[in-house]
C-alpha cells in the first residue's frame, strides 16, 4: 500500500490510525470532498486493473505457421514454384492449410485472464464524502477515499482499517486458505508477511460478517491484486518441452536438407552430371527429407490427447501442453482446495475422560433434522456434551438442509463445530431452539474467546456463560474441569500442543453459571469457569490423494506443498499425504524474502513444502526448479496461483471451484478439482508423446531410405528413381494414412513406471536414429535392386520409378506394424488394439494401387502399371523389415526409447 514521503519507510499497516489519515490527507469522520476525490482521480486514475487484450483469431490463424518445421515447407513451397513444379507446390500448400485450420480450431479460445480479475472487483462501493454515506462506482475510488465495509460486501479497494466490529473475511480468493481472516485496526509490525496484515482488507476479498471502516491506501494496479494481475500479463508463456523437441528436430532436419542436397550436388558435379540434373536431384532430397506429413500427424495426436484427457477429467486449453504433463519432474501443488477438500472439519475432542474421533465420512444430518432425542444423545457428566454445546450455541454459524443436501453458512471454523455435534449426537438446531440466548459475545482478536448466556436446555435455573476461544485465554478463566477432581492444566495445554503438531486448529470450551441476565459483557466474570475440553479440527486430505502422491512418486514425478498455510499445518497435512517425511524441512515465505535466487537454487530440490508464500514467492520456486533443469507443473485454484500457474511449463488449474483467474492463466483445468486426475493426465501425456514419437520414427525411417536412395545413384550412375511428385505422393498420401494411425495406439503397459524423460531429451532417441538409419539402409537397397531390375527388364524409367515407389509404399506398410512399440516385439503387441491402424493400412496400399491405374494420377506421378512378378518380388522384399527390427529390438534393448 502507498504511503507519502513523511512516512514511506513505514507502511501503512505499521501506522496508527491518526498516522494512517494524515498519511493519505484524508478524514476519519467526514470522507473526502468531492473535488479531493475528482483531483485524486485524476492523479491515479481509475480503480482498474489493466485488462489484456489477448491475441485476435488473424494472430491465432497466423501463429499456425510460426514452427520451424512449417517454415521448412513453407520453403520447399517456394522452391517448387520457381521451378514450376506446381502440381508439388499444391500438396505442400494444402499440407500446410490443412495443419492451420487444425491448430487454429483447437486454439481459438483468446486469452482473458487479466478479464477474469476483473471480475472480481467490485462494481459499486458505499463510502463517505462530504459527511453523507453515498454509492460509488468501484472504479471511482481514490486514495483517502473512507469506506464502509459490512456482511456480505466485496472489498473494493485495499483498505487500511480504522474501525471494525466483529469483521471476519474471506481471502482465499488471494491466499489460497479457506478460514475466514478476523480483521482489527490496531497497526502490526511493519514486516507482517502480506497474508498475516490483519489491518488491512485486500481488493477482491469478501466480507463473511461484520461491520468496518477503512480509508483506501491503493487502487488499480497498485493493489495486492493489481500487483497478481500485472505479474499475470507480463509474464511470457514458455514453450513446452514437445515444443522444444520440434523445435530442436526441425533445426536438424533443416540442416540434412542443406547437408544433403550440397554433398549431392557437389558430387554430382565432381563426376560430370549436368548441373541441372543435380539441381533437380537436391530438390527431391529437400522433398524426401521434410516429412510433410508430421505437422499435421502431431497436432491430430495432440488432439486425441485432448479428447483422452477430457473423458478422464482434464481439459487442455493449448494443444502443446498434451504431452507436457508426461515430461513433467516436478508437481508443485497449492494444499487448500487440491490437496485438502477446502472445508474445515472437526477430527477429534478431548476431555479429562478421553478423546473422541469424529468420523469425516458421516453424513451431518442438520439442524432440526435429526433424531428428536439427539440432543440428550450424550451425557453432560463426561464433559462431551459440554464441550459441543459450547462450540454450538457461542456460534453465528447455520447447518440446515435443503432440497436434500446439508448446506451451511458462516465462518467454516464455527461450521466445523456444528458438523462435528450433528455427528456426535448433538441436534444444534434443537439444542439452539431449547437454549434461550440473553447476551452474545463475537470472537474480537483482543479478547480472542467468544461467549454466549444462555438457559440451557430452556431451563432459567441452569443459566450459564459458555466460551469457545485459545487454549491458554480459556484455561485462564477456569477452575475446575468436567470429568476430572482439579484442573490439571499441564494436561491440557500438553494435549493442545499434540493436536498443534498434527495441523490442527485448536479451540477450547469452558461453562459456568451465571445468576443474573447480564446488560452487556461488562458485567460478566470471565473467572471460575469449569473447562470442558478441546475441539481440534483441520482440512482433511481429498480421497484418493495420498494414493496418487504414491503413484507421481512411482512415475518419477516429485510432488511439493506451495501454501499461504502456517508451517505446522503444511507439514501435518504433507506427512499425512506423503509428500513429506516427519522432521522434513519447510520454507516460508519470509526465509525466501532473504534468499537470493542462487541460494534458492541450492535447496529448492530437497524441499518438499513451502509455507506461508506469497504469489511471488511461489513464481520464483518455479522460475528456480526451471532454472534446475526441471519440467515443472504448478496446480492451484485461487487468484495467487496465477502467475505462477502460466510460468509454469504447465499450470494446472480446479475447474469446479477455481476461479476464473486461475483457469484462464493455466494450460489444463480439472473438472472434478481432484488432485488424482493429475496422474491419469500424466499417464495421457506420456501416451501422447509415445505416439509422437512413433510417428516421427516412422517418418525418419522413409526419410533416412530415401536419401540413402538418392545419394546412392551418383557413384552407381542410376537416373533418380523418384522424382519430387512421387516423394510428396510417398510422405503425404500414403505415409500419411499410415502415420495419423499411429497417432491412434493405446498406452503400452508399465508407461507410468518409467522415470520422466529428460528436457533436453530429443524427439527422436539416440537409439531410433540408429535404429532408422538401419532399416533407411535396408530398405534403399532393396528398392535401388528392384529399380535397376525393372528398368533392365522393360527399359522404361516410369516403370522402373514406379516399381521404386511401390517398393517404399510396401516397406513402409510393413514398417507401420513394427513402429507400433519401439521397444516390445511386433509378435508381442496385439494385432486388433487398433483397429484404425488395419483400416488405415488397407487404405493406403488401395489408394496406391489405384493411383497406378486413374489417368489423372498418371500424369502427376508419373506412374503406370506393374506385373503380378514385380508386386511379388516387393511383397517378398518388404518382410526383411520385420527381421531387421526384431533384431535390433532383441541386441539393443532399452528400458524404454
Same mark, same amino acid.
Given at each position: 500500500?502507498?504511503?507519502?514521503?513523511?512516512?514511506?519507510?513505514?507502511?501503512?499497516?505499521?501506522?496508527?490510525?491518526?498516522?494512517?489519515?494524515?498519511?493519505?490527507?484524508?478524514?476519519?469522520?467526514?470522507?473526502?470532498?468531492?473535488?479531493?476525490?475528482?483531483?485524486?482521480?485524476?492523479?491515479?486514475?481509475?480503480?482498474?486493473?489493466?485488462?489484456?487484450?489477448?491475441?485476435?483469431?488473424?494472430?491465432?490463424?497466423?501463429?499456425?505457421?510460426?514452427?520451424?518445421?512449417?517454415?521448412?515447407?513453407?520453403?520447399?513451397?517456394?522452391?517448387?514454384?520457381?521451378?514450376?513444379?506446381?502440381?508439388?507446390?499444391?500438396?505442400?500448400?494444402?499440407?500446410?492449410?490443412?495443419?492451420?485450420?487444425?491448430?487454429?480450431?483447437?486454439?481459438?479460445?483468446?486469452?482473458?485472464?487479466?478479464?477474469?480479475?476483473?471480475?472480481?472487483?467490485?462494481?459499486?462501493?458505499?463510502?463517505?464524502?462530504?459527511?453523507?454515506?453515498?454509492?460509488?462506482?468501484?472504479?471511482?475510488?481514490?486514495?483517502?477515499?473512507?469506506?464502509?465495509?459490512?456482511?456480505?460486501?466485496?472489498?473494493?479497494?485495499?483498505?487500511?482499517?480504522?474501525?471494525?466490529?466483529?469483521?471476519?473475511?474471506?481471502?482465499?480468493?488471494?491466499?489460497?486458505?479457506?478460514?475466514?481472516?478476523?480483521?482489527?485496526?490496531?497497526?502490526?509490525?511493519?514486516?507482517?508477511?502480506?497474508?498475516?496484515?490483519?489491518?488491512?482488507?485486500?481488493?477482491?476479498?469478501?466480507?463473511?460478517?461484520?461491520?468496518?471502516?477503512?480509508?483506501?491506501?491503493?487502487?488499480?494496479?497498485?493493489?495486492?491484486?493489481?500487483?497478481?494481475?500485472?505479474?499475470?500479463?507480463?509474464?511470457?508463456?514458455?514453450?513446452?518441452?514437445?515444443?522444444?523437441?520440434?523445435?530442436?528436430?526441425?533445426?536438424?532436419?533443416?540442416?540434412?536438407?542443406?547437408?544433403?542436397?550440397?554433398?549431392?550436388?557437389?558430387?554430382?558435379?565432381?563426376? +560430370? /552430371?549436368?548441373?541441372?540434373?543435380?539441381?533437380?536431384?537436391? #530438390? !527431391? *532430397?529437400? $522433398? @524426401?527429407?521434410?516429412?510433410? &506429413? =508430421?505437422?499435421?500427424?502431431?497436432?491430430?495426436?495432440?488432439?486425441?490427447?485432448?479428447?483422452?484427457?477430457?473423458?478422464?477429467?482434464?481439459?487442455?486449453?493449448?494443444?502443446?501442453?498434451?504431452?507436457?504433463?508426461?515430461?513433467?519432474?516436478?508437481?508443485?501443488?497449492?494444499?487448500?482446495?487440491?490437496?485438502?477438500?477446502?472445508?474445515?472439519?472437526?477430527?477429534?475432542?478431548?476431555?479429562?475422560?478421553?478423546?473422541?474421533?469424529?468420523?469425516?465420512?458421516?453424513?451431518?444430518?442438520?439442524?432440526?433434522?435429526?433424531?428428536?432425542?439427539?440432543?440428550?444423545?450424550?451425557?453432560?457428566?463426561?464433559?462431551?456434551?459440554?464441550?459441543?454445546?459450547?462450540?454450538?450455541?457461542?456460534?453465528?454459524?447455520?447447518?440446515?438442509?435443503?432440497? +436434500? /443436501?446439508?448446506?451451511?453458512?458462516?465462518?467454516?471454523?464455527? #461450521? !466445523? *463445530?456444528? $458438523? @462435528?455435534?450433528?455427528?456426535? &449426537? =448433538?441436534?444444534?438446531?434443537?439444542?439452539?431452539?431449547?437454549?434461550?440466548?440473553?447476551?452474545?459475545?463475537?470472537?474480537?482478536?483482543?479478547?480472542?474467546?467468544?461467549?454466549?448466556?444462555?438457559?440451557?436446555?430452556?431451563?432459567?435455573?441452569?443459566?450459564?456463560?459458555?466460551?469457545?476461544?485459545?487454549?491458554?485465554?480459556?484455561?485462564?478463566?477456569?477452575?475446575?474441569?468436567?470429568?476430572?477432581?482439579?484442573?490439571?492444566?499441564?494436561?491440557?495445554?500438553?494435549?493442545?500442543?499434540?493436536?498443534?503438531?498434527?495441523?490442527?486448529?485448536?479451540?477450547?470450551?469452558?461453562?459456568?453459571?451465571?445468576?443474573?441476565?447480564?446488560?452487556?459483557?461488562?458485567?460478566?466474570?470471565?473467572?471460575?469457569?469449569?473447562?470442558?475440553?478441546?475441539? +481440534?479440527?483441520?482440512?482433511?486430505?481429498?480421497?484418493?490423494?495420498?494414493?496418487?502422491?504414491?503413484?507421481?512418486?512411482?512415475?518419477?514425478?516429485?510432488?511439493?506443498?506451495?501454501?499461504?498455510?502456517?508451517?505446522?499445518?503444511?507439514?501435518?497435512?504433507?506427512?499425512?499425504?506423503?509428500?513429506?517425511?516427519?522432521?522434513?524441512?519447510?520454507?516460508?515465505?519470509?526465509?525466501?524474502?532473504?534468499?537470493?535466487?542462487?541460494?534458492?537454487?541450492?535447496?529448492?530440490?530437497?524441499?518438499?513444502?513451502?509455507?506461508?508464500?506469497?504469489?511471488?514467492?511461489?513464481?520464483?520456486?518455479?522460475?528456480?526448479?526451471?532454472?534446475?533443469?526441471?519440467?515443472?507443473?504448478?496446480?492451484?485454484?485461487?487468484?495467487?496461483?496465477?502467475?505462477?500457474?502460466?510460468?509454469?511449463?504447465?499450470?494446472?488449474?480446479?475447474?469446479?471451484?477455481?476461479?476464473?483467474?486461475?483457469?484462464?492463466?493455466?494450460?489444463?483445468?480439472?473438472?472434478?478439482?481432484?488432485?488424482?486426475?493429475?496422474?491419469?493426465?500424466?499417464?495421457?501425456?506420456?501416451?501422447?508423446?509415445?505416439?509422437?514419437?512413433?510417428?516421427?520414427?516412422?517418418?525418419?525411417?522413409?526419410?533416412?531410405?530415401?536419401?540413402?536412395?538418392?545419394?546412392?545413384?551418383?557413384?552407381?550412375?542410376?537416373?533418380?528413381?523418384?522424382?519430387?511428385?512421387?516423394?510428396?505422393?510417398?510422405?503425404?498420401?500414403?505415409?500419411?494414412?499410415?502415420?495419423?494411425?499411429?497417432?491412434?495406439?493405446?498406452?503400452?503397459?508399465?508407461?507410468?513406471?518409467?522415470?520422466?524423460?529428460?528436457?533436453?531429451?530429443?524427439?527422436?532417441?539416440?537409439?531410433?536414429?540408429?535404429?532408422?538409419?538401419?532399416?533407411?539402409?535396408?530398405?534403399?537397397?532393396?528398392?535401388?535392386?528392384?529399380?535397376?531390375?525393372?528398368?533392365?527388364?522393360?527399359?522404361?524409367?516410369?516403370?522402373?520409378?514406379?516399381?521404386?515407389?511401390?517398393?517404399?509404399?510396401?516397406?513402409?506398410?510393413?514398417?507401420?506394424?513394427?513402429?507400433?512399440?519401439?521397444?516390445?516385439?511386433?509378435?508381442?503387441?496385439?494385432?486388433?488394439?487398433?483397429?484404425?491402424?488395419?483400416?488405415?493400412?488397407?487404405?493406403?496400399?488401395?489408394?496406391?494401387?489405384?493411383?497406378?491405374?486413374?489417368?489423372?494420377?498418371?500424369?502427376?506421378?508419373?506412374?503406370?502399371?506393374?506385373?503380378?512378378?514385380?508386386?511379388?518380388?516387393?511383397?517378398?522384399?518388404?518382410?526383411?523389415?520385420?527381421?531387421?527390427?526384431?533384431?535390433?529390438?532383441?541386441?539393443?534393448?532399452?528400458?524404454?526409447?
Amino acid at each position: 500500500m502507498s504511503a507519502t514521503a513523511a512516512t514511506e519507510q513505514r507502511p501503512l499497516h505499521a501506522l496508527e490510525a491518526e498516522e494512517v489519515v494524515a498519511t493519505l490527507d484524508g478524514d476519519a469522520e467526514e470522507g473526502l470532498s468531492a473535488g479531493q476525490a475528482a483531483t485524486r482521480l485524476a492523479e491515479h486514475g481509475p480503480n482498474t486493473v489493466e485488462e489484456d487484450e489477448g491475441p485476435s483469431r488473424l494472430a491465432i490463424l497466423l501463429h499456425q505457421f510460426t514452427s520451424p518445421l512449417i517454415y521448412l515447407l513453407i520453403v520447399a513451397a517456394i522452391v517448387t514454384t520457381l521451378l514450376g513444379e506446381y502440381v508439388d507446390t499444391g500438396v505442400i500448400v494444402a499440407v500446410l492449410l490443412l495443419n492451420a485450420v487444425i491448430g487454429y480450431t483447437q486454439e481459438s479460445k483468446a486469452e482473458a485472464s487479466v478479464k477474469a480479475l476483473m471480475q472480481l472487483a467490485a462494481p459499486r462501493a458505499r463510502v463517505v464524502r462530504d459527511g453523507e454515506e453515498r454509492e460509488v462506482e468501484a472504479v471511482d475510488l481514490v486514495p483517502g477515499d473512507l469506506v464502509l465495509l459490512e456482511s456480505g460486501s466485496k472489498v473494493p479497494a485495499d483498505l487500511r482499517l480504522l474501525s471494525t466490529r466483529s469483521l471476519e473475511v474471506d481471502e482465499s480468493l488471494l491466499t489460497g486458505e479457506s478460514t475466514a481472516v478476523r480483521k482489527h485496526a490496531d497497526p502490526i509490525d511493519a514486516d507482517t508477511y502480506t497474508a498475516d496484515r490483519a489491518n488491512v482488507a485486500f481488493m477482491g476479498s469478501s466480507v463473511i460478517t461484520g461491520r468496518g471502516r477503512g480509508l483506501v491506501g491503493a487502487t488499480g494496479t497498485d493493489t495486492e491484486l493489481g500487483k497478481i494481475a500485472e505479474q499475470v500479463r507480463t509474464e511470457e508463456q514458455p514453450q513446452t518441452p514437445l515444443q522444444q523437441r520440434m523445435g530442436r528436430f526441425a533445426n536438424l532436419i533443416a540442416v540434412l536438407v542443406v547437408s544433403a542436397a550440397a554433398v549431392s550436388f557437389a558430387l554430382g558435379l565432381a563426376v +560430370g /552430371e549436368p548441373a541441372g540434373d543435380m539441381f533437380m536431384l537436391a #530438390v !527431391a *532430397l529437400a $522433398v @524426401a527429407v521434410v516429412p510433410e &506429413g =508430421l505437422p499435421v500427424v502431431f497436432t491430430v495426436a495432440l488432439a486425441l490427447g485432448v479428447r483422452r484427457m477430457a473423458a478422464r477429467r482434464a481439459l487442455i486449453r493449448r494443444l502443446p501442453a498434451v504431452e507436457t504433463l508426461g515430461s513433467t519432474t516436478t508437481i508443485g501443488s497449492d494444499k487448500t482446495g487440491t490437496l485438502t477438500e477446502n472445508r474445515m472439519t472437526v477430527t477429534e475432542v478431548w476431555t479429562f475422560s478421553g478423546v473422541r474421533t469424529v468420523d469425516g465420512d458421516e453424513e451431518a444430518f442438520g439442524e432440526g433434522d435429526g433424531d428428536a432425542e439427539g440432543g440428550d444423545a450424550v451425557d453432560l457428566e463426561d464433559g462431551l456434551r459440554a464441550v459441543l454445546l459450547a462450540g454450538v450455541l457461542a456460534n453465528e454459524a447455520q447447518l440446515y438442509r435443503s432440497d +436434500g /443436501e446439508t448446506r451451511t453458512e458462516g465462518d467454516p471454523t464455527e #461450521v !466445523a *463445530l456444528l $458438523v @462435528a455435534a450433528s455427528r456426535l &449426537g =448433538l441436534d444444534p438446531g434443537r439444542a439452539r431452539r431449547r437454549a434461550e440466548a440473553h447476551l452474545e459475545l463475537p470472537f474480537e482478536s483482543d479478547r480472542r474467546f467468544s461467549a454466549v448466556v444462555a438457559d440451557v436446555d430452556g431451563d432459567p435455573d441452569d443459566r450459564r456463560v459458555l466460551v469457545k476461544g485459545a487454549p491458554e485465554r480459556v484455561l485462564d478463566m477456569c477452575t475446575a474441569a468436567d470429568g476430572a477432581d482439579e484442573l490439571a492444566r499441564e494436561a491440557v495445554l500438553d494435549a493442545a500442543a499434540d493436536m498443534a503438531a498434527r495441523g490442527l486448529r485448536v479451540l477450547a470450551m469452558a461453562h459456568g453459571p451465571v445468576a443474573d441476565i447480564p446488560v452487556d459483557d461488562r458485567d460478566l466474570a470471565f473467572e471460575g469457569l469449569t473447562f470442558a475440553g478441546l475441539q +481440534g479440527m483441520l482440512d482433511p486430505p481429498r480421497q484418493g490423494v495420498p494414493e496418487s502422491i504414491r503413484a507421481c512418486a512411482d512415475a518419477g514425478v516429485r510432488v511439493c506443498m506451495i501454501t499461504g498455510d502456517h508451517p505446522e499445518t503444511g507439514l501435518a497435512i504433507a506427512r499425512d499425504i506423503g509428500i513429506a517425511e516427519e522432521g522434513a524441512r519447510v520454507v516460508t515465505g519470509a526465509e525466501m524474502e532473504r534468499l537470493d535466487d542462487d541460494e534458492l537454487d541450492g535447496f529448492v530440490e530437497d524441499v518438499s513444502v513451502y509455507a506461508r508464500v506469497a504469489p511471488d514467492h511461489k513464481h520464483r520456486i518455479v522460475k528456480s526448479l526451471q532454472r534446475r533443469g526441471h519440467t515443472t507443473a504448478v496446480t492451484g485454484d485461487g487468484v495467487n496461483d496465477a502467475p505462477a500457474l502460466k510460468a509454469a511449463d504447465i499450470g494446472v488449474a480446479m475447474g469446479r471451484d477455481g476461479t476464473d483467474v486461475a483457469r484462464e492463466a493455466s494450460d489444463m483445468v480439472l473438472t472434478d478439482d481432484n488432485f488424482s486426475s493429475i496422474v491419469a493426465a500424466v499417464e495421457e501425456g506420456r501416451v501422447t508423446f509415445d505416439n509422437v514419437r512413433k510417428v516421427t520414427f516412422f517418418l525418419v525411417s522413409t526419410g533416412a531410405a530415401a536419401i540413402v536412395a538418392l545419394l546412392s545413384t551418383i557413384p552407381l550412375g542410376l537416373v533418380l528413381p523418384f522424382v519430387p511428385a512421387q516423394l510428396l505422393w510417398l510422405n503425404v498420401v500414403t505415409n500419411g494414412l499410415q502415420d495419423l494411425a499411429l497417432a491412434f495406439e493405446p498406452g503400452e503397459e508399465g508407461v507410468l513406471r518409467r522415470p520422466p524423460r529428460r528436457r533436453e531429451e530429443g524427439l527422436v532417441s539416440g537409439l531410433l536414429w540408429e535404429r532408422a538409419a538401419l532399416v533407411g539402409v535396408v530398405m534403399a537397397i532393396f528398392t535401388l535392386v528392384l529399380f535397376d531390375w525393372q528398368l533392365d527388364r522393360t527399359d522404361s524409367i516410369e516403370q522402373a520409378r514406379t516399381v521404386a515407389l511401390s517398393t517404399m509404399v510396401v516397406f513402409m506398410g510393413v514398417h507401420l506394424f513394427n513402429a507400433r512399440s519401439l521397444h516390445r516385439s511386433l509378435f508381442r503387441t496385439p494385432l486388433l488394439s487398433n483397429r484404425f491402424l488395419l483400416v488405415a493400412q488397407v487404405l493406403a496400399l488401395g489408394v496406391h494401387i489405384g493411383a497406378l491405374y486413374l489417368p489423372a494420377t498418371q500424369f502427376v506421378l508419373r506412374v503406370e502399371p506393374i506385373d503380378v512378378r514385380a508386386w511379388g518380388l516387393i511383397v517378398a522384399a518388404s518382410l526383411s523389415m520385420i527381421v531387421v527390427n526384431e533384431l535390433h529390438k532383441l541386441v539393443r534393448k532399452p528400458a524404454y526409447v
